[in-house]
């Protein structure tokens, strides 16, 4: 069956899509959240403290891709005993597994945005996911001079497809961590490389 001309031809380039170029991740103004469900129904917030990576916006933007990488060790749900339990062998095993990839290979138009194909990779195993989000807008960064963007992404993954299947071990215990978890964020992303900045301002080196 031929593809009707709407569903093959480029995007038109509008104030609502990004403008061409490398892009750098800004981890101080980004949220890189997840949400997981405790007894299947409470919904529990985390998020990584530290990234890095890059969006190269091409034009047209259907060949698009990104490279993200996450440091494992820095998840945070507000409980460090919790926080330990999540990086340990059986969960994410951040001694093992330090990073937490993403690669984009293209984007398209979705009815309210965009959608990004890639493969995120987690505790070692990789598998294709689709990041459905929106571009909010774009400025000059006061700061730096810079041109800045900004994004949502959204997803739902299954853990045990990445082998992360740790559950405590008590009775009934299926039911304390849900298998699904939404990911949830909220991205800046700058026309330079910001880490410099960011390090002068928190006066350390970042995780990555």
């Known amino acids: 069956m031929n593809a009707t001309p709407a569903a093959t031809a480029p995007a038109e380039r509008t104030l609502s899509t990004p403008p061409p170029g490398t892009w750098h991740l800004d981890p101080l103004h980004s949220s890189i959240g997840f949400v997981a469900r405790h007894l299947g129904f409470v919904r529990v917030h985390g998020r990584f403290t530290d990234a890095e990576g890059t969006l190269t916006i091409t034009d047209p933007v259907e060949a698009t891709t990104a490279e993200v990488r996450v440091a494992t060790a820095t998840i945070d749900t507000g409980v460090p005993v919790r926080d330990s339990h999540l990086r340990s062998p059986e969960f994410l095993d951040a001694d ?16 309210d945005g965009w959608a990004m ?3 995120l990779t987690v505790a070692g195993v990789t598998r294709p996911l689709t990041l459905t989000g929106q571009f909010l807008g774009q400025d000059v960064y006061p700061f730096t001079g810079g041109r800045r963007l900004g994004f949502t992404g959204r997803a739902t993954v299954d853990r045990r497809d990445f082998g992360v299947s740790g559950l405590p071990p008590l009775p009934g215990a299926r039911i304390f961590v849900g298998a699904g978890v939404d990911i949830e964020l909220d991205i800046s992303m700058i026309d330079h490389d910001i880490q410099p ?12």
């Open 96 to 111: 093992r597994h330090p990073l937490i990839g993403f690669r984009g290979h293209r984007v398209h138009r979705t009815v």
């Open 117 to 119: 194909d890639g493969d």
């Open 197 to 208: 900045f960011n390090q002068q301002l928190l006066g350390r080196p970042q995780a990555l």
